[in-house]
């Protein structure tokens, strides 16, 4: 069992910048490769980034591809979403979420945390 816990969302205005912080505990993090997704109201859950379980590689919606870095750091059991040039439309309950080596399906999500952006 892997447990997440999202942190840093909040109010920001448009233009501005939020960084995202997924605290994992249980089993190894670093066995877990990482993705972020976001759902807005009334729409499907959607993905946004994900990296591999050592980092060397990333993946972004093409939304946020020059605007949004994922990152994690092992050491700390912790996944990073550095979000910059925020718009209204990224405005979404955000979810962190792990993925088993070999695994297509995320095994374990979080509980989200709230970004919004006001023009």
């Known amino acids: 069992q892997v447990q997440l816990v999202e942190s840093g969302g909040g109010l920001v205005q448009a233009g501005g910048s939020l960084r995202l912080s997924c605290a994992a505990s249980?089993?190894?993090?670093?066995?877990?490769?990482m993705g972020w997704f976001r759902q807005a109201p009334g729409t499907e859950r959607e993905f946004v980034a994900a990296i591999s379980w050592r980092g060397g590689s990333t993946y972004y919606a093409d939304s946020v591809k020059g605007r949004f870095t994922i990152s994690r750091d092992n050491a700390e059991n912790t996944v990073f979403l550095q979000m910059n040039s925020l718009k209204p439309e990224d405005t979404a309950v955000y979810y962190c979420a792990a993925k088993s080596i070999g695994r297509q399906a995320y095994d374990y999500w979080g509980v989200g945390t709230q970004v919004t952006v006001s023009s």
């Open positions: 249980g089993r190894t993090f670093s066995s877990y490769a």
